[in-house]
């Protein structure tokens, strides 16, 4: 499969340097299509899903021609919900992090106009808003449109779905007519073909195409998780298996480099493989790894290309991959040479979708499958403890050990299979800690599970009903400081909120349907970390 670095895009430095920080290593497929498609000024429909790398393929190309030094909007980026222009936005400060004097800011409805008005006035050269807020700002004259050169429509199918059509076509009826036209659509129904012959000049469609691929005929499992639990299901699969050689995916450099981190401070062998790695280095990790020195390689797809080592027995996926492709090399990496291998994927939230598609496309079969509890670890763990007993029984002389137990059980009124657990227990490691661990571990995998059976809208769960809180991690908010506020304040149980995702400046926060009026009029009167806050229902337009 060919791969496109960054560098080879013709892209400003600025821009690179902070696709470096942000740890992506080569363009996605999307990405490797859609950048010089956008940098060379064409109107184009890009048809890929969430988990492609599809908001930087449209955001780096638009970031690159916007200009810094104009103060007046130059692009405007519409989005079907709120959270999604929240996400965007972030994704689009995080690349023009070192273009001085630029811009981005999110407008969609809930969220205080007179304050938006202010932004707007102060400058921003990009804004990435709802349908509905952006028309109310036309309407306001606040937003002016004379300088635009870029439009996007993000999700666009999703946005038709929603009925923001009407909507959508009066902005791009006010937008000057020498801009450039940008769809990006998972889908593509025939109600965005006519949008794209209404409003588009020589519409190219951009997708990418799939080779026919042969899977090769191992396990393959997946995991749904929340990103912070990703270590600890791993280090349980781990034990579990016990794979001789495995190898651990990550979509960034930024992401192996984290992860050989936390294997390393869990006791394993792990060793990073990344394409930023000198060949010296890469060559004595590969050998480590040959040698069985390393035992667990974890590598991004590119530098994963050289592995040629045959007992590698197990794959993780620790990020979904970003195309389908990637999914069939990875897993291709096991199962060499005849012999057995496994593939396991973890899954957070929306993701799960992304899997359904590789399942298609590749006629493969990904089968579900639970966390495995503590007690499962620890059942296969005794009994690797107890074989290698065996062989010590058989081979060593232990009369002065047996003495030293005979010893204690008289003295102690212990019988010696007491003793004999008791060692089990401390071989094994076990301890409290990390039964307290898998409790929480299992509440985390429960409520994400919750999460994934909601619907495809990222709408909130049965029954719940999703709060908007204008505070999140800049201030130093974690979850738990939002949990006590709302069931300290009301007196509603900790247990019946659902959950909570914090972005940098904002929190979603679900509740049960029947407490949201008492829980928005008591918190509006509260405090959170000294700060007042504005709390209310999520998903307004
Ligand atoms: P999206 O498809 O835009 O929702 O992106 C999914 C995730 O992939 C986001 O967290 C992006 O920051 C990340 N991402 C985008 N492009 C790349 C890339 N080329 N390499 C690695 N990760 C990427």
């Known amino acids: 499969m060919e791969t496109v670095r960054f560098e080879e895009l013709q892209l400003d430095a600025s821009i690179l340097r902070?696709?470096?920080?942000?740890?992506?290593?080569?363009?996605?497929?999307i990405q490797a299509k859609a950048i010089p498609a956008v940098l060379a000024g064409g109107d184009i429909i890009g048809q890929?899903?969430?988990?492609?790398?599809?908001?930087?393929?449209?955001?780096i190309p638009l970031l690159?021609?916007?200009?810094?030094?104009?103060?007046?909007?130059?692009?405007?980026?519409?989005?079907?919900?709120?959270?999604?222009?929240?996400?965007?936005?972030?994704?689009?400060?995080?690349?023009?992090?070192?273009?001085?004097?630029?811009?981005?800011?999110?407008?969609?409805?809930?969220?205080?106009?007179?304050?938006?008005?202010?932004?707007?006035?102060?400058?921003?050269?990009?804004?990435?808003?709802?349908?509905?807020?952006?028309?109310?700002?036309?309407?306001?004259?606040?937003?002016?449109?004379?300088?635009?050169?870029?439009?996007?429509?993000?999700?666009?199918?999703?946005?038709?779905?929603?009925?923001?059509?009407?909507?959508?076509?009066?902005?791009?009826?006010?937008?000057?007519?020498?801009?450039?036209?940008?769809?990006?659509?998972?889908?593509?129904?025939?109600?965005?073909?006519?949008?794209?012959?209404?409003?588009?000049?020589?519409?190219?469609?951009?997708?990418?195409?799939?080779?026919?691929?042969?899977?090769?005929?191992?396990?393959?499992?997946y995991y749904e998780v929340r990103p912070k639990n990703?270590?600890?299901?791993?280090?349980?699969?781990?034990?579990?298996?016990?794979?001789?050689?495995?190898?651990?995916?990550?979509?960034?450099?930024?992401?192996?480099?984290?992860?050989?981190?936390?294997?390393?401070?869990?006791?394993?062998?792990?060793?990073?493989?990344?394409?930023?790695?000198?060949?010296?280095?890469?060559?004595?990790?590969?050998?480590?790894?040959r040698n069985g020195k390393v035992d667990i390689l974890v590598a991004t797809?590119?530098?994963?290309?050289?592995?040629?080592?045959?007992?590698?027995?197990?794959?993780?996926?620790?990020?979904?991959?970003?195309?389908?492709?990637?999914?069939?090399?990875?897993i291709g990496r096991t199962g060499r040479a005849g012999r057995t291998g496994r593939a396991f994927t973890f899954v957070v939230g929306k993701e799960v979708y992304k899997l359904k598609d590789i399942q298609r496309y590749c006629k493969t079969k990904i089968v579900a499958q639970p966390i495995p509890s503590l007690h499962d670890v620890a059942n296969i763990k005794a009994e690797k403890v107890l074989d290698q007993v065996n062989g010590i029984i058989e081979s060593v002389d232990l009369t002065k050990m047996i003495e030293l137990i005979e010893k204690k059980v008289n003295e102690e009124d212990y019988t010696s299979l007491e003793v004999a657990a008791a060692f089990l227990k401390m071989t094994m490691g076990d301890n409290?800690?990390?039964?307290?661990?898998?409790?929480?571990?299992?509440?985390?995998?429960?409520?994400?599970?919750?999460?994934?059976?909601?619907?495809?809208n990222n709408g909130p769960s049965k029954g719940m009903v999703r709060l908007f809180i204008n505070i999140g991690k800049k201030q130093n908010i974690r979850p738990g400081d939002i949990l006590g506020a709302i069931a300290g304040e009301t007196g509603m149980a900790g247990k019946l909120i659902g959950?909570?995702?914090?972005?940098?400046?904002?929190?979603?926060?679900?509740?049960?349907?029947?407490?949201?009026?008492?829980v928005i009029d008591v918190m509006k009167d509260a405090k959170i970390k000294g700060k007042t806050i504005n709390v209310e229902v999520a998903n307004k337009r």
């Open 18 to 29: 902070a696709i470096v920080d942000m740890g992506f290593e080569q363009a996605s497929p």
């Open 48 to 59: 890929a899903q969430t988990g492609t790398g599809k908001t930087a393929a449209f955001g």
């Open 64 to 221: 690159q021609k916007v200009d810094p030094k104009n103060k007046h909007l130059q692009a405007v980026v519409l989005c079907p919900t709120r959270e999604l222009a929240i996400q965007v936005s972030e994704e689009l400060r995080n690349l023009s992090k070192y273009l001085h004097g630029l811009k981005v800011l999110p407008v969609y409805g809930g969220q205080d106009i007179t304050k938006q008005i202010r932004s707007l006035k102060a400058g921003a050269q990009v804004v990435v808003g709802t349908p509905g807020r952006v028309m109310d700002h036309m309407r306001r004259k606040t937003v002016k449109f004379d300088d635009i050169k870029m439009i996007v429509l993000d999700e666009a199918d999703e946005m038709l779905n929603m009925g923001f059509r009407e909507d959508i076509e009066t902005i791009l009826s006010d937008i000057p007519e020498e801009r450039q036209t940008i769809l990006f659509s998972a889908t593509m129904p025939k109600p965005i073909l006519e949008i794209a012959s209404k409003f588009q000049k020589d519409t190219e469609i951009i997708k990418v195409v799939k080779k026919e691929l042969t899977v090769p005929k191992i396990e393959q499992y």
């Open 230 to 289: 990703k270590m600890e299901v791993l280090s349980r699969l781990l034990d579990l298996y016990a794979p001789k050689l495995s190898v651990v995916f990550c979509n960034t450099k930024r992401q192996v480099e984290e992860t050989v981190e936390g294997l390393k401070g869990r006791g394993y062998f792990a060793e990073a493989l990344h394409g930023d790695m000198k060949q010296l280095h890469r060559d004595r990790v590969m050998n480590g790894f």
């Open 301 to 330: 797809d590119i530098a994963a290309r050289g592995i040629d080592v045959d007992d590698v027995e197990a794959v993780f996926n620790y990020d979904v991959p970003q195309d389908d492709e990637f999914y069939v090399h990875r």
């Open 432 to 456: 409290n800690e990390e039964i307290e661990e898998y409790k929480k571990t299992t509440r985390e995998y429960n409520k994400s599970r919750e999460y994934n059976n909601r619907n495809n």
């Open 499 to 518: 959950t909570i995702d914090l972005y940098d400046k904002y929190t979603f926060v679900e509740i049960p349907k029947e407490y949201a009026d008492e």
